[in-house]
């Protein structure tokens, strides 16, 4: 099984500064690796797919990138309403595994 | 404009079956290409992957909780069911049916809390 390893696990934030969230898997997964938004009370929305394509409706200020098996969510100029909890899903192998969570606080 | 809506009981005890229904629209689950998947959040907790169909019939399971899950479709009405057997309080949780597009899931339903309690 694939172990996909969030950190950090929470980040107070004040508005309009940067987020990067890391996710690493613990083996190779080429670009097998989506990003999601969870807001309170809400299901998920994906926000990346494949490592660091863009989805149609997502704020260009979230942005994904790859280097080997490290995978990092980045938020430019975060706003109030990205307050949300950020995972990070593989589906290069079954079987399918999401990360532990990186709660955004905004400050 | 794809939809998934689950649907079932809020409560369950201990040792019961669980039967959740996924009601979809938007799309057909007639082909490889396209699948339906089941991820749960216990209360407070990270996602966790349980089952996935294709439009094809391929079924794949969590390996955790493969003796428990079975997954079905009923392509003419548009759902597909899970059913988790000998439930125990720590599952309990909210439960999602989500769109599976290529390898990954991009639309989800609202999910539904079950609680597993006596």
């Known amino acids: 099984e694939i172990v996909l390893t969030q950190s950090p696990d929470f980040q107070s934030v004040t508005p309009k500064e940067q987020v990067t969230i890391t996710c690493r898997a613990s083996q190779s997964i080429g670009s097998t690796l989506h990003w999601y938004q969870q807001k309170p009370d809400q299901s998920p929305k994906l926000l990346i797919k494949?490592?660091?394509q863009s989805i149609s409706g997502v704020p260009s200020r979230f942005s994904g990138s790859v280097s080997g098996t490290d995978f990092t969510l980045t938020i430019n100029g975060l706003e109030p309403e990205d307050a949300a909890t950020y995972y990070c899903?593989?589906?290069?192998?079954?079987?399918?595994?999401f990360g532990g969570g990186t709660k955004v606080e905004i400050k | 404009q794809i939809t998934l809506k689950e649907s079932g009981p809020s409560l369950v005890k201990p040792t019961q079956t669980l039967t959740l229904t996924c009601t979809f629209s938007g799309f057909s689950l007639t082909t490889a290409a396209v699948g339906v998947g089941w991820i749960r959040q216990p209360p407070g907790k990270a996602l966790e992957w349980l089952a996935l169909i294709y439009g094809d019939d391929d079924k794949r399971y969590s390996p955790s909780l493969r003796t428990r899950l079975t997954v079905t479709k009923d392509t003419s009405n548009n759902q597909v069911v899970l059913t988790m057997t000998n439930m125990d309080p720590v599952d309990t949780a909210t439960y999602y049916c989500a769109h599976r597009r290529e390898r990954y899931f991009d639309y989800w339903g609202l999910g539904t809390l079950v609680t597993v309690s006596s």
């Open positions: 899903h593989q589906s290069s192998s079954l079987p399918l595994t």
């Open positions: 494949y490592g660091s």
